[in-house]
Every structure is written in structure tokens, then in C-alpha cells.
């Protein structure tokens, strides 16, 4: 069975995508079979995978609707290599469309349940919200990835969602756990995000990946072109860094 770990974080532009599309062509690169699915509106994982959001006749929204099956949704990334269920504004509708369906906060977890066996990994891109979608995924999952900046606002907004996984713990998702904080945007000059690393190391311990992502022009000019980091300049620093965070995580996984 897949391991089914949500990305996560309440803030919007912290490396979420990225981390998501980076992980799963990583992964891919280490042997493991993916299935990415993008969970935000704005479709940028979808985009960043080499995939025209505009194009897609059947997305995610279609899928949390029960309006096609996962295996009418699921596309091939043609740059990353993996699977992905693409998204596109559309999926800005189910919220509202979701509100009167029964298990409405399970919808994800019920359409992935006859495939995720075909996977090693399923990585779930939520949008920067605690919104029905990011219950969904992480309903869904066993587990949750979160990727942060090291910076003073980011503390505050990691407490938020620590709580926000621990209610969905306690009221729909026994499973549910942090698998582990991942720094992105790092920046060793500068000295208040080396106190922040310091803080979450002292406070989480070994959930604290080692792996570090480097603010990367390379990673950031990558999804203009439809390709993931890692596959974009293998030789550029935030490339080797995510290609080490997923060594990290198939090793982390060996251990849940």
C-alpha cells in the first residue's frame, strides 16, 4: 500500500508546490512509483508537471464529484514521470458543490482507495488554506509534509496548522501524523532564519529534515518550462537538495 502524505502549510508562498513537484520527479529518480495529485485550484503543480491545466477535460474536481473514476482523471507527466490528477479553476467550485455530500471531507480518501495500491508514494499538493480541499487531503493521508521558511511569521503559522492536524487527528484521521518540517528558501547569511532552523530543531527534534533547500534561482525559473527542479539543472543546489530530501524520506518511511 502507498504511503499518502499531504503538503501542507496555511501560509501561501512557502515552496509548497514546488516541494510537491520536486519530490515526486525525485522519487521517480530513486525507483518509486508516484502519483502526484493537485488539490489547489491555481493548478500550479499541474502546470509545473508539464501539463496544460486549461486542456483537461477531466480533472481532481471531477474526481471529488464522483463525476469519473481516478482512472479517467490520472494523466502521465511528461517531464516528471510520474502519475498526476490534474487541476484547474474548476476545482474552485467543488467547495461549495461538496457541502451537501455525504462524507464530504472523505472524498478524496474514498476515490484513492482502490489505486493507491498501485503506488509507493502518493504526495498531495493542498492549497495555502484550511479550506474543505485541505481537509480532504488530509483525510486522506497518512501523514503530513511540512515545507517552511525559516522567518519570524512562519513560527506563528506553524502553530496553527500543528493544532489544525491535531483536530483532524482526534475528529476524522487517527492515522494522521507530521512526518516531518522541511526548511526551503533557506538562506544561511541571513541570521534570524539560522535562529528560526536552530528553534524548530530544538522543538521538533528528529522531525526536522535534514535536508535543506537553498533559495534557487534554477528552481524557481523550472515551472515556466513545465519541468521539475530536479530534472531542469540536476546540478543546481535546490536540485541536489530535494534529490536529498527524497533519499531522506524513502529512508523515513522505512521507520513509520
Known amino acids: 500500500m502507498a504511503h499518502i502524505f499531504a503538503i501542507a502549510n496555511q501560509k501561501g508562498g512557502v515552496g509548497k508546490t514546488t516541494t510537491a ?70 476545482l474552485a467550485g467543488a467547495e461549495v458543490e461538496m457541502v451537501d455530500l455525504d462524507g464530504r471531507e472523505l472524498r478524496l480518501k474514498r476515490a484513492l482507495q482502490e489505486y493507491a495500491g498501485n503506488y509507493d508514494f502518493v504526495l498531495i499538493d493542498c492549497p495555502p488554506s484550511l479550506s474543505l480541499l485541505t481537509l480532504n487531503g488530509l483525510c486522506a ?48 547569511r541571513n541570521t534570524l532564519g539560522q535562529q528560526v532552523s536552530a528553534q524548530l530543531e530544538q522543538h521538533f527534534g528528529d522531525k526536522v529534515f535534514r535536508a535543506v533547500v537553498p533559495r534557487n534561482v534554477r528552481l524557481a525559473e523550472a515551472p515556466s518550462h513545465g519541468v521539475p527542479g530536479v530534472l531542469f539543472d540536476r546540478s543546481a543546489k535546490g536540485a541536489q537538495a530535494y534529490m536529498a530530501f527524497a533519499q531522506e524520506m524513502v529512508e523515513r518511511v522505512r521507520t513509520l
Open 21 to 90: 513537484v520536486n519530490l515526486a520527479a525525485a522519487l521517480v529518480q530513486q525507483g518509486q512509483r508516484v502519483l502526484l495529485v493537485d488539490l489547489d485550484p491555481q493548478g500550479n503543480a499541474t502546470m509545473g508537471s508539464g501539463v496544460d491545466k486549461r486542456s483537461r477535460s477531466a480533472t481532481v474536481y471531477h474526481l471529488l464529484l464522483g463525476l469519473q473514476p481516478l482512472a479517467q482523471v490520472r494523466v502521465d507527466s511528461p517531464t516528471g514521470k510520474y502519475q498526476l490528477l490534474p487541476s484547474n479553476r474548476d
Open 141 to 188: 493521508a497518512h501523514g503530513v509534509i511540512i515545507p517552511m521558511q525559516c522567518e519570524y511569521y512562519a513560527l506563528e503559522g506553524l502553530s496553527d496548522l500543528v493544532n489544525t492536524i491535531k483536530k483532524v487527528h482526534a475528529n476524522l484521521n487517527r492515522e494522521l501524523k507530521i512526518i516531518g518540517l522541511l526548511r526551503v528558501m533557506f538562506d544561511p
